[in-house]
């Protein structure tokens, strides 16, 4: 069983920066794909950004431009860096981990609150 651990999240006013860590408790992060996602009061969880295995990147399109993801394989470590912040990017962030070879694991992390407001 992996071990997921989101921190960084809190309270910012609208155009200020957050950056979000995980870590992920495996000998194996290399091969692992690592997502961000987030989930709003009364709406869907939905991707944020994710980092492939082989470093491909991909965005939402509501936070391209302003949220960089990154991924530090020697310390276990994601990271989701998140500049010009506005009150709709409010929500439950969770990192993922994904992994399929023979079959398919996925494993969340509890989340951690991100709220932009003045």
């Known amino acids: 069983q992996v071990q997921v651990a989101e921190s960084g999240g809190g309270l910012v006013q609208p155009g200020g920066s957050l950056r979000l860590s995980c870590t992920a408790s495996?000998?194996?992060?290399?091969?692992?794909?690592m997502s961000w996602y987030r989930q709003a009061p009364g709406k869907q969880r939905e991707l944020v950004a994710g980092?492939?295995?082989?470093?491909?990147?991909d965005y939402a399109e509501s936070v391209k431009g302003r949220f960089t993801i990154s991924r530090e394989n020697a310390k276990n470590m994601v990271y989701l860096q998140m500049n010009s912040l506005k009150p709709e990017d409010t929500a439950v962030y969770y990192c993922?981990?994904?992994?399929?070879?023979?079959?398919?694991?996925?494993?969340w992390g509890q989340g951690t609150q991100v709220t932009v407001s003045s």
């Open positions: 993922n981990a994904h992994l399929t070879l023979l079959d398919v694991k996925d494993y």
């Open positions: 495996t000998t194996m992060f290399v091969i692992y794909d």
């Open positions: 980092i492939s295995s082989t470093g491909g990147i």
